[in-house]
């Protein structure tokens, strides 16, 4: 089968060549904040992960593609990254729970791609210089390097109101021993699946329901979700938070916890190539332990900006930066990584269990 050449070009003008796999647009390109995961499987759940959002996913791991997709794997209705890159796609998917090859379940959702890639090589400029805007696909270097640049990253912008849900829906028991609201920034199947597990009835409403419209609905808690972009730019989210604390337990993962962070009133700043990927050690300061978690943030909150009362308990050996923050006075406490895992380590799950023991407490 002839191969369509295409390729990618940062921002920076950095060119990298390969070919056209997956959805090809109409404008033969793709453009959006280039970000890279080192995750070694898993590669559907990521894809499929609302918090890629405005981004492009290069797979550090060479061989993608290869036990296929099934829809029991997807982490939302369908992907809202901007595109795929990786050194070498899978031609057939061998697993027996295949459903599909990554390249039609890539056409299918409308997700473009590149195949080709020295992954490598883009993997150390970024970490070098930093994730930036890229445009990759057969449309001329030209093109692609201007589209780049018109692109802006993710800065400033609020992806989380765009990915969320249009209207309120419940999931789990209606006789579960807890009611948890869940706002639904980007929120992953996975983690609503461990809060059912958890002994929840959750009520998901959508990233702009007022504090007050949550405590008119009674729930022992309140959890808040992963999602994509910049926290600062959540300020609905960041208000609504600040109106909720110390009213209901809260729970928060991702960029739910960043805008409890900010509702604290701390501060975030960019990491200069974030965290993705399902191997980043973490100690729980508490008990000493390292846990290997899974992770896929590009901000982070501001260890010195947190004010009395706001405890750190969780921190990153990789870099030192925050992993997690609880505040007992105001009934809450979050951390930066997933402890759903989907894909990634369970080592974590147990802080859906610290939810449930937290709301049980405040009843």
């Not at 809202?80 to 299918?108: E, P």
Request: glycine residues 12%; proline residues 5%.
């Amino acid at each position: 089968m002839r191969r369509t050449e295409a390729a990618l070009v940062l921002a920076d003008g950095e060119l990298f060549e390969g070919w056209a796999v997956g959805h090809q647009t109409p404008q033969g390109l793709a453009a959006g904040e280039v970000v890279f995961n080192t995750a070694l499987s898993g590669y559907q759940e990521i894809i499929s992960d609302p918090s890629y959002a405005g981004q492009i996913i290069a797979f550090t791991y060479p061989h993608i593609g290869n036990y296929g997709c099934n829809p029991d794997d997807d982490e939302s209705r369908h992907p809202h990254c901007r595109g795929v890159v990786v050194r070498d796609l899978a031609r057939r998917a061998s697993n027996w729970r295949a459903k599909d090859d990554l390249d039609s379940f890539l056409r299918r959702h409308g997700v473009a791609a590149i195949a080709g890639i020295d992954t490598r090589r883009l993997t150390r400029h970024i970490r070098d210089a930093g994730a930036m805007p890229g445009a990759f696909g057969s449309a001329t270097e030209s093109e692609l390097l201007a589209a780049a640049r018109a692109d802006g990253g993710t800065d400033g912008k609020d992806l989380a109101s765009l990915v969320s849900t249009p209207e309120p829906y419940t999931l789990g028991r209606a006789d579960a021993p807890f009611y948890v609201v869940a706002y639904d920034f980007g929120i992953k199947i996975s983690i609503t699946r461990q809060l059912v597990d958890a002994g929840c009835q959750v009520e998901v409403v959508p990233a702009r329901t007022s504090a007050a419209e949550v405590l008119a609905r009674e729930p022992d808690g309140v959890f808040l979700s992963n999602g994509p972009a910049d926290p600062a730019a959540c300020t609905d989210a960041i208000e609504a938070v600040g109106d909720l604390l110390g009213e209901v337990p809260l729970f928060g993962i991702c960029l739910g916890h960043q805008i409890m962070g900010l509702a604290l009133g701390g501060k975030r700043f960019k990491l200069r190539f974030g965290h993705h990927g399902g191997n980043h050690p973490v100690r729980n300061l508490a008990t000493g332990r390292v846990e290997i978690t899974s992770q896929n943030h590009n901000y982070a909150v501001d260890a010195g900006s947190l004010p009395a009362g706001s405890v750190v308990t969780h921190v990153n050996l990789n870099d030192g930066d925050v992993e997690g923050v609880r505040n007992a006075d105001r009934l809450c406490f979050g951390v930066q990584y997933h402890p759903e895992a989907g894909p990634g380590p369970h080592d974590a799950r147990y802080l859906f269990s610290e939810f449930t023991e937290l709301m049980r407490a405040s009843a």
